[in-house]
Each structure stands twice: as structure tokens, then as C-alpha cells.
């Protein structure tokens, strides 16, 4: 049994004065507050989705209509990044508006039986913000940041609601024996690990869609944290999953492998064989696409189309585990990098905002985001208060269309796995840094992304006087972490 984190004295008294301080807020909170009713806000994040698999985007083999209408009604952002280039770190990004070297998950550490490391208590959550404003707020997929009665447990980060996947590891499986809704297990009958009855992604959409249903007549926020197209590789046998079928014909199957099966030998983190993983693939991104469907048409059966503000992301470029195959598909589009890479394909994703009314339809921006801006931006369209002390930047103002909006100085990210890396973005620059923690010599990669997109071209030597600057920004952006791992310097310090 994991054991609640329990505080000390000092964080408590943190949380307490991050919960009343005085915090600034934008001019254009006066035109979201005036508002008789606020705006409700949804947030659906695909999971492990790349910037190539949307049909608007390119995608010359996977139906995305839904997806599609969202960015033809609404505002495409071509600069935006995700959090982290894996799961976890990412989702605690956005949650607390602080990038990878301030935000206290930098890594997918995994506690037993079930779960991973949690996320503090302490800190303003995005969702605890958007309570305080009035807000109704729900999350419904995976979660991923802490186990059931720990300072993770999304009760704990300020949601009403949760229902889904706890752990990560555990949402692998899409025929899991459980789910779980608030600190209640839910048994999948006929499941158990064993069999596949119940698919859990299509539960979790009935309960996002009641939640929407519940919650017409109030403000709500709604966290749609969408297990797919991560692997396992899995689709219902239904008309999508035929219709692909037939369109790619017989493939090479991903084999079977120790524990990949489901029964009673089982590895639950495994995933299980497919003979057909291109179809499948496809289907899986284009039930993404029906479930955004669902939701927009509930808007619109409720009335609440004309107040609702809908942003659509993935937590990080494209995977290769499971049998995914992301160069077939073209997944991560012009970008060089996968998963777990800080090169553009792990961490550029499509974002897209649509507000009918509010948004003009159609449109692109070219502002540079990422997923640490996402707590401001909604506490702006709530009139909340804003923290102090985050990394993120309201971008309420390019999504109205004006002039005013603030740029970042620079984004970072760290990543705790294959040796670390660093990166930073500084306008057209971006630097990465390898084998940063250790397990070879630290190398910089330096590019311009203004004439070299693919990041094909490492121009560090040229520019040394750049390059030391962006190892400065590095440094300065990091704080130490022990938990997910120190760097070498700070390792040295401690002895």
C-alpha cells in the first residue's frame, strides 16, 4: 500500500500564501469578466499524438473531420510546445505553469503496485485556480502524477472529479481490469487482465460527456487527459478499425513478447501483440476524432457552443513503442525527433484553440507557446487571479487577434532519461544540450529554426558566443531536484 506524502509544516504554510496572494491579471480579463456567464473550458490532450497525424496538418492516411473543423472554426498555433517529451512531466507543466526545470514531476518515476511519484499538494494547481473562480472542474482519461490518497491523487489538485486511469503504466492496457473514479475502484467486468470486453478509453468518454451534461447550467473546467494513440496498439473491431483494415491490407505483425499477452501471465506495462498495427493506429487516432466530435455535438445540443472555449493538444511528439510506426505515417511532419527527444518532433505539438464568437475562425498564430502557459490563459478567460512566481504567460490576447500580447524571453525543457538533456528555445535559436546527467561527454547543438525547421544543421561552432549565452539560460533554469536526478555540478556540491 502506498502511504499518503504527508507535508511539512513550511509547504503548508506555502500553499496557504500562494492561495491568497495578491496576483496580476491581464487587460483582457475585463472582457472575459463582464460576461454574465463565465466561459467554460476544455481541455483535450491526445496522448503521444505528432504534429503530422491530423489531416489539416497533412496526414495523407488517418480521417481526422472533427479535429479538422476545430482548427477551420478556430486558431491554429504553428509555435506551440508541449511540457515535457514524456507523459508525466508534461502533464505537471500544465498543471502548475512551471516548465521542467521549476515543476516538481520531471520524469515518469513509478511507485508499486499501482501509480506514480506525486505531485505536491502545495503548489496552485491550474484546477485549484479554476476553483476558486467558481468552477465546476472534472478530468477524465489518465492522470498519472499520483496514486489514490496521496498529495497526487486528483482530489488532491483541486479536481471535483476524476474518473480513469490513476497510473500510466497501467494505461498501457485497454481492456484494464479497473478503472477508477474519484478514490472508488471501478471493476471492468470480463476484463480482469485476461479478456477484452469492456474498452476502457470509449467508458471514459460516457463519463466525460455525463460530466458535460451535468454541468450545463454552472461553469465548468473539463480535463480531457485522452489515453490514445499511445500504446498498447488496440481498437474495437468496429467500422473504423474495418475500414482501415482494408485500406492497408495484410502488414507485418508486432510479435508477441514475454508477458505481452493478455492473461494470466500478464505484464500489465507490456503491451500485447498486433497483426494489424498500421490500422489500428489509425483507428485509435481517428476515435480521437469521434470522441472530439461527441463533445462538440453536446455543445451544441446544450447551448453552450457560443461559451465554451475548447484547446486541443498532444503531451508530446510521436511514439515508436508498441508497433507504432511513426515514419510510415509521416507522424511528426517536418520535424526531426520523436518521443523522448527535445529535438522539435518531441516537444512542437498541434494546438489548436476554438471559441466560437471569441476566436476568429480560421486563423494561425505564430506566438511561441507552451503547456506552462495554459494556467494563466485559463485563469485569464476565468478572471481568476493569476499566480505569482510561474513560468507561463497568459496568451489570452493572441487569441482575441491583438498586438499586445508578451512574449517569452526564452522557453526550456530538461529531460531525466538517456544520459539527460536540456534545451532551449530563444526566439529563431534552439540549443540542445546531451548527456547532460552523465554516461558520455555534455555536447551543445545549436540551430535556426527561421531556415532550418528539421533541425538538420548544427551551426554551434560558428556560433560560440550564442551558444554560451543558451548554456547560461540553461543553467539559470534549472533547480535542483534530487528526487528525478541532480546535475553532475550539483551532485559534486553535495559531497
Same mark, same amino acid.
Not at 209 to 221: A, R
Given at each position: 500500500?502506498?502511504?499518503?506524502?504527508?507535508? *511539512?509544516?513550511?509547504?503548508?504554510?506555502?500553499?496557504?500564501?500562494?492561495?491568497?496572494?495578491?496576483?496580476?491579471?491581464?487587460?483582457?480579463?475585463?472582457?472575459?469578466?463582464?460576461? @454574465?456567464?463565465?466561459?467554460?473550458?476544455?481541455?483535450?490532450?491526445?496522448?503521444?499524438?505528432?504534429?503530422?497525424?491530423?489531416?489539416?496538418?497533412?496526414?495523407?492516411?488517418?480521417?481526422?473531420?472533427?479535429?479538422?473543423?476545430?482548427?477551420?472554426? %478556430?486558431?491554429?498555433?504553428?509555435?506551440? !510546445?508541449?511540457?515535457?517529451? $514524456?507523459?508525466?512531466?508534461?502533464?505537471?507543466?500544465?498543471?502548475?505553469?512551471?516548465?521542467? &526545470?521549476?515543476?516538481?514531476?520531471?520524469?515518469?518515476?513509478?511507485?508499486? *503496485?499501482? %501509480?506514480? !511519484?506525486?505531485?505536491?499538494?502545495?503548489?496552485?494547481?491550474?484546477?485549484?485556480?479554476?476553483?476558486?473562480?467558481?468552477?465546476?472542474?472534472?478530468?477524465?482519461?489518465?492522470?498519472?502524477?499520483?496514486?489514490?490518497?496521496?498529495?497526487?491523487?486528483?482530489?488532491?489538485?483541486?479536481?471535483?472529479?476524476?474518473?480513469?486511469? #490513476?497510473?500510466?503504466? !497501467?494505461?498501457?492496457?485497454?481492456?484494464?481490469?479497473?478503472?477508477?473514479?474519484?478514490?472508488?475502484?471501478?471493476?471492468?467486468?470480463?476484463?480482469?487482465?485476461?479478456?477484452?470486453?469492456?474498452?476502457?478509453?470509449?467508458?471514459?468518454?460516457?463519463?466525460? +460527456?455525463?460530466?458535460?451534461? =451535468?454541468?450545463?447550467?454552472?461553469?465548468?473546467?473539463?480535463?480531457?487527459? +485522452?489515453?490514445?494513440?499511445?500504446?498498447?496498439?488496440?481498437?474495437?473491431?468496429?467500422?473504423?478499425?474495418?475500414?482501415?483494415?482494408?485500406?492497408?491490407?495484410?502488414?507485418?505483425?508486432? *510479435?508477441?513478447?514475454? %508477458?505481452? @499477452? /493478455?492473461?494470466?501471465? $500478464?505484464?500489465?506495462?507490456? /503491451?500485447?501483440?498486433?497483426?494489424?498495427?498500421?490500422?489500428?493506429?489509425?483507428?485509435? $487516432?481517428?476515435?480521437?476524432?469521434?470522441?472530439?466530435?461527441?463533445?462538440?455535438?453536446?455543445?451544441?445540443?446544450?447551448?453552450?457552443?457560443?461559451?465554451?472555449?475548447?484547446?486541443?493538444?498532444?503531451?508530446?511528439?510521436?511514439?515508436?513503442?508498441?508497433?507504432?510506426?511513426?515514419?510510415?505515417?509521416?507522424?511528426?511532419? *517536418?520535424?526531426?525527433?520523436?518521443?523522448?527527444?527535445?529535438?522539435?518532433?518531441?516537444?512542437?505539438?498541434?494546438?489548436?484553440?476554438?471559441?466560437? %464568437?471569441?476566436?476568429?475562425?480560421?486563423?494561425?498564430?505564430?506566438?511561441?507557446?507552451?503547456?506552462?502557459?495554459?494556467?494563466?490563459?485559463?485563469?485569464?478567460?476565468?478572471?481568476?487571479?493569476?499566480?505569482?512566481?510561474?513560468?507561463?504567460?497568459?496568451?489570452?490576447?493572441?487569441?482575441?487577434?491583438?498586438?499586445?500580447?508578451?512574449?517569452?524571453?526564452?522557453?526550456?525543457?530538461?529531460?531525466?532519461?538517456?544520459? &539527460?538533456?536540456?534545451? $532551449?528555445?530563444?526566439? =529563431?535559436?534552439?540549443?540542445?544540450?546531451?548527456?547532460?546527467?552523465?554516461?558520455?561527454?555534455?555536447?551543445?547543438?545549436?540551430?535556426?529554426?527561421?531556415?532550418?525547421?528539421? @533541425?538538420?544543421? #548544427?551551426?554551434?561552432?560558428?556560433?560560440? @558566443?550564442?551558444?554560451?549565452?543558451?548554456?547560461?539560460?540553461?543553467?539559470?533554469?534549472?533547480?535542483?531536484?534530487?528526487?528525478?536526478?541532480?546535475?553532475?555540478?550539483?551532485?559534486?556540491?553535495?559531497?
Amino acid at each position: 500500500m502506498i502511504k499518503t506524502q504527508n507535508l *511539512p509544516l513550511t509547504s503548508l504554510l506555502l500553499s496557504v500564501f500562494f492561495a491568497f496572494c495578491s496576483c496580476s491579471t491581464s487587460p483582457n480579463q475585463t472582457k472575459v469578466i463582464e460576461e @454574465e456567464k463565465k466561459t467554460n473550458i476544455i481541455f483535450i490532450l491526445a496522448d503521444d499524438l505528432g504534429y503530422g497525424d491530423l489531416g489539416f496538418l497533412g496526414q495523407q492516411y488517418i480521417e481526422t473531420p472533427n479535429i479538422d473543423r476545430l482548427a477551420k472554426e %478556430g486558431m491554429f498555433f504553428t509555435n506551440h !510546445y508541449s511540457g515535457a517529451t $514524456v507523459c508525466a512531466p508534461s502533464r505537471s507543466s500544465f498543471l502548475t505553469g512551471l516548465h521542467t &526545470g521549476h515543476t516538481p514531476i520531471r520524469g515518469n518515476r513509478e511507485v508499486q *503496485p499501482e %501509480g506514480q !511519484y506525486p505531485m505536491p499538494d502545495s503548489l496552485l494547481s491550474i484546477a485549484k485556480v479554476m476553483q476558486s473562480a467558481g468552477y465546476t472542474t472534472g478530468a477524465f482519461g489518465k492522470w498519472g502524477l499520483g496514486f489514490i490518497g496521496t498529495t497526487g491523487d486528483p482530489s488532491h489538485q483541486g479536481f471535483d472529479q476524476f474518473y480513469g486511469y #490513476n497510473c500510466q503504466r !497501467y494505461a498501457h492496457r485497454y481492456y484494464p481490469a479497473h478503472v477508477w473514479h474519484n478514490d472508488e475502484k471501478v471493476i471492468l467486468e470480463g476484463n480482469g487482465w485476461e479478456e477484452k470486453a469492456v474498452y476502457a478509453p470509449d467508458l471514459i468518454q460516457k463519463e466525460t +460527456i455525463s460530466f458535460i451534461e =451535468k454541468n450545463k447550467d454552472d461553469p465548468f473546467f473539463l480535463y480531457m487527459p +485522452i489515453v490514445m494513440p499511445h500504446a498498447e496498439l488496440a481498437a474495437p473491431d468496429d467500422a473504423v478499425f474495418q475500414k482501415y483494415r482494408e485500406k492497408f491490407g495484410e502488414e507485418k505483425a508486432f *510479435p508477441v513478447r514475454e %508477458g505481452s @499477452e /493478455y492473461g494470466p501471465d $500478464v505484464n500489465i506495462s507490456a /503491451y500485447q501483440s498486433q497483426p494489424y498495427p498500421h490500422a489500428t493506429f489509425a483507428a485509435m $487516432v481517428e476515435r480521437i476524432d469521434i470522441y472530439v466530435g461527441e463533445v462538440l455535438a453536446k455543445l451544441d445540443e446544450l447551448g453552450l457552443k457560443e461559451n465554451t472555449l475548447i484547446i486541443f493538444a498532444s503531451d508530446n511528439g510521436a511514439h515508436q513503442e508498441g508497433g507504432a510506426d511513426p515514419d510510415f505515417f509521416d507522424s511528426n511532419g *517536418p520535424f526531426r525527433g520523436y518521443k523522448r527527444d527535445l529535438y522539435e518532433g518531441g516537444v512542437r505539438t498541434p494546438m489548436i484553440a476554438w471559441w466560437p %464568437g471569441k476566436i476568429k475562425a480560421g486563423t494561425k498564430s505564430d506566438h511561441i507557446s507552451a503547456f506552462w502557459d495554459l494556467l494563466p490563459t485559463f485563469a485569464d478567460v476565468a478572471g481568476a487571479t493569476i499566480p505569482q512566481d510561474i513560468d507561463g504567460i497568459s496568451f489570452l490576447p493572441a487569441l482575441f487577434g491583438e498586438n499586445e500580447q508578451k512574449e517569452h524571453e526564452h522557453l526550456y525543457w530538461e529531460f531525466h532519461e538517456q544520459g &539527460g538533456k536540456q534545451a $532551449v528555445r530563444q526566439g =529563431k535559436w534552439k540549443a540542445i544540450k546531451l548527456h547532460v546527467f552523465g554516461g558520455g561527454e555534455p555536447t551543445i547543438e545549436l540551430y535556426d529554426l527561421s531556415i532550418d525547421i528539421g @533541425e538538420e544543421n #548544427n551551426i554551434a561552432a560558428e556560433n560560440p @558566443e550564442k551558444v554560451k549565452e543558451l548554456e547560461g539560460l540553461m543553467n539559470s533554469s534549472h533547480s535542483s531536484n534530487p528526487i528525478f536526478g541532480l546535475l553532475p555540478s550539483e551532485r559534486k556540491s553535495e559531497n
